[in-house]
């Protein structure tokens, strides 16, 4: 089992910043992936990007550019740097671990960006 806690979050003007963080505990396989999935209100849940534990990256089309992914193997700890933030990035921010055993999921944190 893998356990993930979710900090960050919050209320941002357009324009601003925020960072997200995710930490994973429990049985951590050393190859894995760690990233952001997404939901808004009356919308599915959609990809926002992820890491491997090699550093290797994918991100939506939606947000290149303006968030970044990183990740602390040692601490098996996953950052989501996001700048530029716009209304429509408004949602709520799923943490996703996977590894070949498992499939895992964060609590979630709201991220409100007002206009």
């Known amino acids: 089992q893998v356990q993930l806690v979710e900090s960050g979050g919050g209320l941002v003007q357009a324009g601003g910043s925020l960072r997200l963080s995710c930490a994973a505990s429990?049985?951590?396989?050393?190859?894995?992936?760690m990233g952001w999935y997404r939901q808004a209100p009356g919308k599915q849940r959609e990809f926002v990007t992820t890491?491997?534990?090699?550093?290797?990256?994918n991100t939506a089309d939606s947000v290149k550019g303006r968030f970044t992914i990183s990740r602390d193997n040692g601490k098996n700890t996953a950052h989501l740097q996001m700048n530029s933030l716009k209304p429509e990035d408004t949602a709520i921010y799923y943490c996703?671990?996977?590894?070949?055993?498992?499939?895992?999921w964060g609590q979630g944190t709201q991220v409100t960006v007002s206009s």
């Open positions: 429990g049985t951590v396989f050393s190859s894995n992936a």
């Open positions: 890491i491997t534990s090699g550093g290797s990256t």
């Open positions: 996703n671990y996977w590894d070949p055993i498992g499939n895992y």
